[in-house]
T-cell receptor, first 114, second 112 residues
């Protein structure tokens, strides 16, 4: 049973380009969470999705960031027109319910904006 | 506001005990977690404690909670080189993962 898979592991983008981060949840999991970790800071919640629905996006920046979790395929975190401040590690976690269940984390995608 | 604080680095000798400390600000926190992140890996849930407990022990791991001081600690007995990792403290009012607040992580280095 493969764990949560994120790709790419490392992503380098020039300022102004788009970044697409992918997260395949564990098999059978329908809940996905995205977090961002800046250097020497804890993981900060960004968005919580269930299949085809955004449940909580209170941690998402208002502009340039979007997330989706389609019926088929991985969850995508999309950052348009990246800036240097977007450089961070982005972690995805999945669970099979939103309560009383452990969430399993992926290895993260380290985004570097040059 | 909600905040979780940890010291960033800890170094111990193999065989000694490690104690990783954490403070949190939200007195309504119900669940307190310790996660481990090995190099290149995702976060792995090590253990958790409910706020109505003072202590939880699981093999080499002991979690102590001082709710009055909002202080949580993780003690690793007989620390091994394989314990070298980043340890994240986290707190939440619920088990829903959009409500979990993470600390910055403590990087534990075990010296052979």
């Amino acid at each position: 049973n493969a764990g949560v898979m994120q790709n790419p592991r490392h992503l380098v983008r020039r300022r102004g380009q788009e970044a697409r981060l992918r997260c395949s949840p564990m098999k059978g999991h329908s809940h996905v969470y995205w977090y961002r970790q800046l250097p020497e800071e804890g993981l900060k919640f960004m968005v919580y999705l269930q299949k085809e629905n955004i449940i909580d996006e209170s941690g998402m920046p208002k502009e340039r960031f979007s997330a989706e979790f389609p019926k088929e395929g991985p969850s995508i975190l999309r950052i348009q027109q990246v800036v240097r401040g977007d450089s961070a590690a982005y972690f995805c976690a999945s669970s099979d319910q939103d309560l009383n269940t452990e969430a399993f984390f992926g290895q993260g995608t380290r985004l570097t904006v040059v | 506001g909600e905040d979780v604080e940890q010291s960033l680095f800890l170094s111990v000798r193999e065989g000694d005990s490690s104690v990783i400390n954490c403070t949190y600000t939200d007195s309504s926190s119900t669940y307190l977690y310790w996660y481990k992140q090995e190099p290149g890996a995702g976060l792995q849930l090590l253990t958790y404690i409910f706020s109505n407990m003072d202590m939880k022990q699981d093999q080499r791991l002991t979690v102590l909670l001082n709710k009055k001081d909002k202080h949580l600690s993780l003690r690793i007995a007989d620390t091994q080189t394989g314990d070298s990792a980043i340890y994240f403290c986290a707190e939440s009012m619920s088990t829903s993962y959009d409500k979990v607040i993470f600390g910055p992580g403590t990087s534990l280095s075990v010296i052979p």
